[in-house]
């Protein structure tokens, strides 16, 4: 039989349909099955499904429109059961070679073994779709011929499953010829093989016996290409939209990278940026045999002008006070490395003479008048600054530095500010009052001397209260309030901070049931250092504070820095692994502050990122503030996780991060923490700071616990 002797059937109007076909289903399925192979295996699972719908709705398609171009003697009709089943079959050929093209694993075998899976698929779905015609008499297949259908399918398949494989790395554009090759190829396989199949049953030597309920073929290609051709634009409009949201997904990636380099309000490199731009001038600094200077510079009196102007002020001053050490320094030399510190680099070999004039230059530039056109008409202010400096390499390697240069500065504010001191070991080694400081934390915990401060968090469509969360306070019998940047980092470093973290966890499951056991339900989430993260029994201790006081897992939060929780390593995922087996939450705290990996992050078993309120302070005046803080949420509503904005002050903060789509919000601009015996009378009695009413359910978002 010659095959091919009636090909001019190819390019019948239907079969042109059966084309455009047959290459829409290529396209759409070797394009779902590269996002099935690059994707989470959660997606993976939708997209793979969605190639074998592609697929499966091709092949059957070319089938109905194959048999609908035949010359026969007789009124070709389907039977629904029959045309259902072949579709079916098609979607499970698709299905079974698919799956093999997104193996996490691929390789030339495992391409042909795949294609050689499809194509016996293909026609046994095409030789299936015509036995149920039920044609007499019966077929009398040629094996040579099948055989024959069977390569073109086979061939036809692994060359295309070759060209789209997704781990080649190649450029953008090869990889799009290559998709449109393999879409060429594949869809001409589906197309041949079922040329070839059809010829081979010798149709026009049959008859179709009467049965009822047949589809005439003209009716039956009809509701095939209109059916076919939606279900396969619907699915390749899910893969385009998919694309637009990856898209956003990496500007808004790029944007959180390149923010997390710089300070939001004065766009100054922060010390991040600044301690690479030491690396490499130390490095030119040793290769030269020169030197180098820095200068630590913190502003005199800068919280008196934020509580006499107001922040707006304070920002403005801080700007002020950007542009005029910018004007003294070389490009890239300068950076904010606090809420009023700043350090100018000095290169080029510089003499101790030098930096010292140049602290004076620095002294006399901020010394100047600042209007503050951010406060009442009219005012202005001055401010002085203190300034320590150190040589490199007299005064400290590269490590240590910056730290010299701030002991240098914290001396020159001892001696009354308006100055600047050059380092002197002495001013590191007079650590007797820090090594009392150390001997009383050290007694803190068993005296019972450590208390949780509580600060309302708010929903911020409603207004309504949905926890609180609490800051950690050392009530020292002789030295009063101590503040937690005092001991926390000294726990820290001294290996203080496990016992003081698990009694923080304790204490904050046990305030947790006290409120809930007067009638005031709220989550609590607790925030862990990174020393808490290498403790290999931490999710136990977790799990037995929970049980100890009959809590419920779900209404405790863990909150962990972005630094700590991108680092990607065996150590950390086992310790999200454990955590999430407990049944608590998990968020990613000071969110913006690190380098966050986009594919990592989707592979935490997070809930909730929270913006660091470095990113809330500017919202009002600075749209790159505003960018970032919108790129943050809109990211979170992407992997469809809470933000939360902590630090708002203002009520134009408040409306710039609901209108973003923040989901909650703290900060002074509700209320100042308190004690837990404080937010219960106001939880009851209504005697608080401000009029905001309680959420009573207890699965609303989480209130923190954080140890600061």
Same mark, same amino acid.
């Given at each position: 039989?010659?095959?091919?002797?009636? $090909?001019?059937?190819?390019?019948?109007?239907?079969?042109?349909?059966?084309?455009?076909?047959?290459?829409?289903?290529?396209?759409?399925?070797?394009?779902?099955?590269?996002?099935?192979?690059?994707?989470?295996?959660?997606?993976?699972?939708?997209?793979?499904?969605?190639?074998?719908?592609?697929?499966?709705?091709?092949?059957?398609?070319?089938?109905?429109?194959?048999?609908?171009?035949?010359?026969?003697?007789?009124?070709? &009709?389907?039977?629904?059961?029959?045309?259902?089943?072949?579709?079916?079959?098609?979607?499970?050929?698709?299905?079974?070679?698919?799956?093999?093209?997104?193996?996490?694993?691929?390789?030339?075998?495992?391409?042909?073994?795949?294609?050689?899976?499809?194509?016996?698929?293909?026609?046994?779905?095409?030789?299936?779709?015509? /036995?149920?015609?039920?044609?007499?008499?019966? @077929?009398?297949?040629?094996?040579?011929?099948?055989?024959?259908?069977?390569?073109?399918?086979?061939?036809?398949?692994?060359? &295309?499953?070759?060209?789209?494989?997704?781990?080649?790395?190649?450029?953008?554009?090869?990889?799009?010829?290559?998709?449109?090759?393999?879409?060429?190829? /594949?869809?001409?396989?589906?197309?041949?093989?079922?040329?070839?199949?059809?010829?081979?049953?010798?149709?026009?030597?049959?008859?179709?016996?009467?049965?009822?309920?047949?589809?005439?073929?003209?009716?039956?290609?009809?509701?095939?290409?209109?059916?076919?051709?939606?279900?396969?634009?619907?699915?390749?409009?899910?893969?385009?939209?998919?694309?637009?949201?990856?898209?956003?997904?990496?500007?808004?990636?790029?944007?959180?990278?390149?923010?997390?380099?710089?300070?939001?309000?004065?766009?100054?490199?922060?010390?991040?940026?600044?301690?690479? =731009?030491? &690396?490499?001038?130390?490095?030119?600094?040793?290769?030269?045999?020169?030197?180098?200077?820095?200068?630590?510079?913190?502003?005199?009196?800068?919280?008196?002008?934020?509580? =006499?102007?107001?922040?707006?002020?304070?920002?403005?001053?801080?700007?002020?006070?950007?542009?005029?050490?910018? $004007?003294?320094?070389?490009?890239?030399?300068?950076?904010?490395?606090?809420?009023?510190?700043?350090?100018?680099?000095? @290169?080029?070999?510089?003499?101790?003479?030098?930096?010292?004039?140049?602290?004076?230059?620095?002294?006399?530039?901020?010394?100047?008048?600042?209007?503050?056109?951010?406060?009442?008409?009219?005012?202005?202010?001055?401010?002085?600054?203190?300034?320590?400096?150190?040589?490199?390499?007299?005064?400290?390697?590269?490590?240590?530095?910056? +730290?010299?240069?701030?002991?240098?500065?914290?001396?020159?504010?001892?001696?009354?500010?308006?100055?600047?001191?050059?380092?002197?070991?002495?001013?590191? =080694?007079?650590?007797?009052?820090?090594?009392?400081?150390?001997?009383?934390? *050290?007694?803190?915990?068993?005296?019972?001397?450590?208390?949780?401060?509580?600060?309302?968090?708010?929903?911020?469509?409603?207004?309504?209260?949905?926890?609180?969360?609490?800051?950690?306070?050392?009530?020292?019998?002789?030295?009063?309030?101590?503040?937690?940047?005092?001991?926390?980092?000294?726990?820290?470093?001294?290996?203080?901070?496990?016992?003081?973290?698990?009694?923080?966890?304790?204490?904050?499951?046990?305030?947790?049931?006290?409120?809930?056991?007067?009638?005031?339900?709220? *989550?609590? $989430?607790?925030?862990?250092?990174?020393?808490?993260?290498?403790?290999?029994?931490?999710?136990?201790?977790?799990?037995? +504070?929970?049980?100890?006081?009959?809590?419920?897992?779900? /209404?405790?939060?863990?909150?962990?820095?972005?630094?700590?929780?991108?680092?990607?390593?065996?150590?950390?995922?086992?310790?999200?692994? +454990?955590?999430?087996?407990?049944?608590?939450?998990?968020?990613?705290?000071?969110?913006?502050?690190?380098?966050?990996?986009?594919?990592?992050?989707?592979?935490?078993?997070?809930?909730?990122?929270?913006?660091?309120?470095?990113?809330?302070?500017?919202?009002?005046?600075?749209?790159? $503030?505003?960018?970032?803080?919108?790129?943050?949420?809109?990211?979170?509503?992407?992997?469809?996780?809470?933000?939360?904005?902590?630090?708002?002050?203002?009520?134009?903060?408040?409306?710039?991060?609901?209108?973003?789509?923040?989901?909650?919000?703290?900060?002074?601009?509700?209320?100042?923490?308190?004690? &837990?015996?404080?937010?219960?009378?106001?939880?009851?009695?209504?005697?608080?700071?401000?009029?905001?009413?309680?959420?009573?359910?207890?699965?609303?978002?989480?209130?923190?616990?954080?140890?600061?």
């Amino acid at each position: 039989m010659d095959l091919f002797a009636d $090909a001019a059937v190819l390019w019948a109007p239907t079969m042109l349909l059966a084309w455009l076909v047959a290459l829409l289903a290529a396209f759409v399925s070797l394009d779902l099955v590269g996002r099935a192979a690059r994707g989470r295996r959660r997606l993976a699972t939708g997209w793979l499904m969605g190639a074998a719908l592609g697929l499966g709705t091709g092949i059957w398609a070319v089938h109905v429109m194959s048999m609908a171009a035949q010359t026969v003697p007789f009124a070709l &009709a389907f039977r629904p059961w029959g045309a259902m089943g072949a579709w079916m079959g098609g979607v499970a050929v698709g299905l079974a070679g698919m799956g093999w093209a997104a193996a996490r694993v691929i390789s030339a075998g495992t391409i042909v073994a795949g294609s050689a899976v499809l194509g016996l698929g293909v026609v046994a779905v095409q030789v299936g779709a015509i /036995l149920a015609l039920g044609l007499r008499p019966g @077929i009398d297949w040629s094996l040579g011929s099948l055989g024959l259908a069977w390569v073109l399918a086979w061939a036809g398949g692994g060359l &295309a499953l070759g060209l789209r494989n997704v781990r080649s790395r190649v450029p953008a554009t090869q990889r799009r010829m290559r998709l449109g090759l393999a879409t060429l190829v /594949l869809g001409a396989a589906l197309v041949l093989s079922q040329h070839v199949v059809t010829q081979a049953a010798g149709l026009p030597l049959r008859e179709l016996p009467a049965y009822d309920g047949r589809v005439a073929a003209l009716v039956m290609s009809l509701l095939t290409t209109v059916g076919s051709v939606s279900l396969l634009l619907a699915l390749l409009l899910w893969s385009l939209l998919d694309a637009r949201m990856q898209l956003a997904l990496r500007q808004a990636q790029g944007e959180l990278h390149k923010q997390s380099l710089r300070d939001p309000l004065t766009r100054l490199p922060n010390r991040l940026m600044f301690e690479g =731009t030491l &690396a490499q001038a130390v490095q030119r600094a040793n290769a030269a045999t020169g030197r180098l200077a820095l200068l630590f510079i913190g502003i005199d009196g800068f919280k008196h002008v934020n509580q =006499t102007f107001g922040h707006r002020a304070g920002d403005q001053l801080l700007r002020t006070v950007t542009t005029r050490l910018r $004007a003294l320094a070389m490009p890239h030399m300068v950076a904010r490395v606090g809420g009023d510190e700043f350090v100018l680099l000095i @290169i080029g070999n510089p003499s101790v003479d030098d930096a010292n004039q140049l602290a004076v230059r620095v002294q006399d530039a901020l010394g100047r008048p600042v209007p503050l056109n951010g406060s009442d008409a009219g005012h202005e202010t001055s401010v002085s600054c203190s300034i320590g400096v150190a040589m490199y390499p007299e005064h400290g390697a590269q490590s240590t530095l910056i +730290a010299h240069a701030d002991a240098a500065m914290r001396e020159a504010k001892n001696a009354g500010g308006a100055t600047h001191c050059l380092f002197e070991p002495r001013m590191i =080694t007079g650590a007797r009052d820090q090594a009392a400081l150390l001997r009383d934390l *050290r007694r803190a915990l068993p005296r019972g001397e450590f208390e949780l401060f509580y600060q309302p968090k708010i929903d911020a469509p409603s207004g309504q209260i949905t926890g609180v969360e609490a800051l950690l306070r050392w009530h020292h019998p002789k030295r009063g309030l101590i503040s937690p940047e005092v001991f926390v980092p000294m726990a820290e470093r001294f290996g203080l901070i496990g016992p003081i973290g698990l009694w923080v966890i304790d204490e904050a499951c046990r305030q947790a049931a006290v409120w809930r056991n007067d009638g005031l339900p709220m *989550r609590v $989430a607790v925030n862990l250092s990174s020393q808490q993260l290498r403790d290999a029994e931490l999710a136990t201790h977790v799990s037995a +504070a929970l049980k100890k006081h009959k809590i419920d897992p779900k /209404l405790l939060t863990c909150e962990i820095t972005e630094s700590v929780a991108m680092q990607d390593s065996v150590a950390t995922m086992s310790f999200f692994a +454990a955590l999430a087996a407990v049944g608590v939450h998990i968020s990613i705290d000071d969110f913006g502050t690190g380098y966050s990996s986009l594919a990592y992050l989707r592979k935490l078993p997070a809930e909730e990122i929270k913006i660091d309120r470095s990113f809330v302070l500017d919202l009002e005046s600075s749209a790159d $503030a505003r960018a970032v803080v919108d790129a943050v949420v809109k990211l979170g509503q992407a992997l469809h996780l809470k933000v939360v904005a902590e630090g708002v002050e203002t009520d134009g903060q408040y409306q710039i991060l609901r209108s973003l789509g923040c989901n909650e919000l703290q900060g002074f601009l509700f209320a100042k923490p308190m004690t &837990a015996a404080a937010l219960a009378l106001w939880a009851t009695n209504d005697v608080g700071p401000r009029s905001l009413a309680f959420r009573s359910s207890l699965y609303q978002p989480a209130s923190v616990v954080a140890i600061r």
